[in-house]
């Protein structure tokens, strides 16, 4: 997979918020289903929330109603904002398309964004 550039990663305390972004010059994110995925010490990998290119977006039970996936066409960025964030959505946030799956962190294509979240 070609090379994806995730940021937006942080510190912050729980309640408050972030916004993670993804890009790529390699190819049109639009054009795949996109997820992101975030893993865990354990290890445990959990797909948080995908977009498909037509807009239609899934989020897993952990971050329904917290989380919201965009994409942004012109600017050929996958976007995941993160409200109410909690301690345990501290975790290492993989972009990739949604194909890619759980895997290990080597398998990513980009380096992923550590968000860390304290109570």
Known sequence: EDQLV????????????????????AFTLADFHMAWFRLTPGPECELVA???GDG???YSDSVNGRFTIT????GNT????MN????EDTAEYYCATAERGCTVPADYAGQGTQV????
């Open 6 to 25: 995730e940021s937006g990663g942080g510190s912050v305390q729980a309640g408050g918020s972030l916004r993670l972004s993804c890009t790529t010059d």
């Open 50 to 52: 995908a977009i498909s």
């Open 56 to 58: 239609n977006t899934f």
């Open 71 to 74: 994409q942004d066409k012109a």
């Open 78 to 81: 996958v976007n995941l904002l």
């Open 84 to 87: 109410n964030l909690k301690s």
């Open 116 to 119: 860390t979240v304290s109570s």
